[in-house]
């Protein structure tokens, strides 16, 4: 099985930079994702993570290290619009089907 | 490039009536599916996957069933709702990029039982 844990909610000014943790334990591991959720729409993919290091798409980096089953996503220049919710996901290896396991989610709030 | 749809968008539904929502893909072939639901202010729950048409796995049980009568159909069906049932009911698909599968998801059916 898999346990992913992220905070629940982050609070971060306007042009700042917010870390959203993410760590796992899982039996195997075969890829972590980020996805952003607006209030009331589906999630949008964000980034994907298999190899060891950062991958950085504009405002947006995540980072992965496998030998201590842990993640971040960065945001920076932060933008009212960046006010949302955060999920971090990871696929076993063994999964059949490429199944995703989703953690809670991170809400964040980006105030003026 | 690939999309996906959902319908209907939202629905209202009164307890002990069947239910069917529906899913299509375009542009791939042969894409894993999956049914998830998202109950108000919770995570993502996987309720069915699907690697192939006709071949659907359950990951939790419940009063829902899903099929898969096309390659690219994915269908979520009750024959009688309850009110737990309410929630933001998601199709996703996932596609071998990367050297690694991909998942996105579709806009969603947001059902709400009375």
């Known amino acids: 099985g898999q346990n992913i844990d992220q905070p629940t909610e982050m609070t971060a000014t306007e042009g700042a930079i917010v870390q959203i943790n993410c760590t796992y334990q899982t039996s195997g591991f075969n890829g972590l994702f980020w996805y952003q959720q607006h209030a009331g729409e589906a999630p949008t993919f964000l980034s994907y993570n298999v190899l060891d290091g950062l991958e950085e798409k504009g405002r947006f980096s995540s980072f992965l290290s496998r030998s201590k089953g842990y993640s971040y996503l960065l945001l920076k220049e932060l933008q009212m619009k960046d006010s949302a919710s955060y999920l971090c996901?990871?696929?076993?290896?063994?999964?059949?089907?490429?199944?995703?396991?989703f953690g809670g989610g991170t809400r964040v709030l980006v105030k003026p | 490039s690939q999309t996906i749809h959902q319908w209907p968008a939202t629905l209202v539904q009164p307890v002990g009536s069947p239910l069917s929502l529906e899913c299509t893909v375009e542009?791939?072939?042969?894409?894993?599916l999956y049914w998830y639901r998202q109950a108000a202010g919770r995570g993502l729950q996987l309720l069915f996957y699907?690697?192939?048409?006709?071949?659907i796995s359950s990951e939790v049980p419940q009063n829902l069933s899903a099929s898969r009568p096309q390659d690219r159909q994915f269908i979520l069906s009750s024959k009688k709702l309850l009110l737990s049932d309410s929630g933001f009911y998601l199709c996703a698909w996932s596609v071998l990029l990367r050297g690694g599968y991909e998942q996105y998801f579709g806009p969603g059916t947001r059902l709400t039982v009375t």
């Open positions: 542009g791939t072939s042969n894409p894993n």
């Open positions: 699907s690697v192939g048409i006709g071949q």
């Open positions: 996901a990871v696929r076993d290896e063994e999964a059949a089907g490429n199944k995703l396991t």
